[in-house]
């Protein structure tokens, strides 16, 4: 079965494909913003220790599974114990017909403003036009409305170019569309910075980002941000990186791979936090403001704030062009990860042809990306994220390390990374997976459900919560335990042809 497994064409491929995962639209509008709420350069420690301590090691294991395996996560988690099958199942089906539904239409927007930055659409008062005229966004989850025209036919075009990629498969498709993606990506990033820091005004900014306050990182909440940050912003629990790691070939170097990608992740954050706060000091500057009264988060960012400063800064169509590009850049490689965990999965369980099972995705994940393109459909996207990442993700996270180090046998897993890896795991590596990262994932989630029980989430009524985000978590579940019900279509593919590989 693996001889006859799609591959990358290159280690450069995996790792241009991988960071494609990774780099999404939080690093450009999350991460500086988050540094900024919790000390600034002060946030680094914190966040630097979780990278350390959680990122890599998590990143470290599901490579390893994926390698070792040789499956998607339902194969991998199959080939360990038939019952942990389900827990493969469930990330995907969530990340599928969850995050990359609402995901795409995010996108959409952004390929929108691509457009809309040339004239300045969004005219005097970004605001006004982002929630009122562009999605026309009601008082109420419940009042749906109609479908927006505009974002329904850029959304088609999104899930067009996630079809049009997965369906020419790993190398001629995945592969060849990173090494196209990253570089360009990282090529705009860079030219913004550095057209943003000559801003007036930009230093001011800069200095509001990175100011180190040690007295924040002396709160539990801040170490507890910095280990929820390096978890999303690595796609970890996404049953990503099970997928991609089955399709390396078996000398490949697992832990350096992993290092490269958490550190690339991680740097391109902080990078691409210089300009985001360069431009809102410039646009504080300008404007005669703190710092403080234009900073904003998340949407707020990209949709309002960013137009605001395009609108009065020296050549802003030219920047705003090249921003909302970079972003639909960053979000298309990271929903064909997405779509590929999905695909491989089904490939994997059923034997489909690949072109069919990325055709049936795309329509069906086309026709549910629809509910969000509604005029109810922003918060229908902040309900359902909120109840995947926060508690969908982490669940995932604590199954990862008990069924990889507690079901599994840990050593020999380790004993297999090492074998072809350059920078070797030592025996800690089977501690943190086995205590310390569950730990920390615990706390997140019960961080979670205390903050959840004080007050309901965004202040959205309590039945708007429950219909739209404990359903959507629930149909998931179902669905991940019917597709984990149904049989192998080869019994063989459960067994590892060299169970003993790695015993010395």
Known sequence: MAANRDQWNSQIGFLFAAVGSAVGLGNIWRFSYMAYEHGGGAFLIPYVVALITCGIPLLVLE?????????SAPLAFAKI????????????????????????????????YTIYSLSFAWGSDPNTFFFKEFLKLPKTPMEIGGVNTKVLLSTAAIWFLNWLIVFRGIGKGIELANKIFMPLLFFLTIFLVFW????????????????????KISSIGVWI???????????LGFGIMIAYASYLPRQADISRNAIWTATMDSLFAIVAGLGVFAVLGFMAHAKGLPISKVVTESIGLAFVAYPQALSIMPGGNFFGLIFFLSLVVAGLSSSISILEAFTSAVIDKFNLDRGFVVSAVCAVGFLGSMIFTTNAGLYWLDIVDHFITHYGLVVVGIAECIIGAWIFDIERLRRHINKTSSIKMPKIWDNIIRFFVPAILIIIVIGDLVAEFKAPYGNYPWFSLAMIGINWMLFSIIVAALFAKFPWHYEYMLYTPEEDEDKE
């Open 81 to 112: 114990s038939r019952k942990a099958e389900f827990f493969g199942w469930w990330p995907v089906t969530f990340v599928m017909f969850g995050i990359v539904l609402y995901y795409c239409v995010i996108v959409a927007w952004c390929l929108n």
């Open 196 to 215: 943003a820091l000559t801003l007036d005004g930009a230093l001011d900014g800069v200095i509001a980002y990175l100011k180190p306050d040690f007295q």
């Open 225 to 235: 941000d910095a280990y929820s940050q390096i978890f999303f912003s690595l796609s």
């Open 63 to 71: 490579f390893g599974l994926g390698h070792e395996r040789t499956g």
